[in-house]
């Protein structure tokens, strides 16, 4: 069973910046969109960026130029490089990595932006 490991997250200032990563424990194949969610204590996941097999990349309306989303095709790993952090950004971030066949979820990597 291919697994989801994501690493990257931690306690930052605001303003402060932090890259998660995202990469499988094994291979997958038939990869159509790679993106990442997040959830903030009492709310329900939200959609934060995603990119397709052909490059196409969308945000979140807020995030857009505070958060950048890339990857590895060759390794199947997704980055998720976030600027300028807020309070608010504080939730566990989830990627999500979506095949013809079925989606496979990270456990979540906790972020934490504060003073």
């Known amino acids: 069973q291919v697994q989801l490991v994501e690493s990257g997250g931690g306690l930052v200032q605001p303003g402060g910046s932090l890259t998660l990563s995202c990469a499988p424990s094994g291979s997958i194949s038939g990869i159509t969109n790679m993106a990442w969610y997040r959830q903030a204590p009492g709310n329900e996941r939200e959609f934060v960026a995603r990119i397709t097999g052909s490059s196409h990349i969308d945000y979140k309306d807020s995030l857009q130029g505070r958060f950048t989303i890339s990857r590895n095709r060759a390794m199947n790993q997704v980055y998720l490089r976030m600027n300028a952090l807020k309070p608010e950004d504080t939730a566990v971030y989830y990627c999500?990595?979506?095949?013809?066949?079925?989606?496979?979820w990270g456990q979540g990597t906790q972020v934490t932006v504060s003073s």
């Open positions: 999500l990595i979506k095949t013809a066949w079925r989606d496979y």
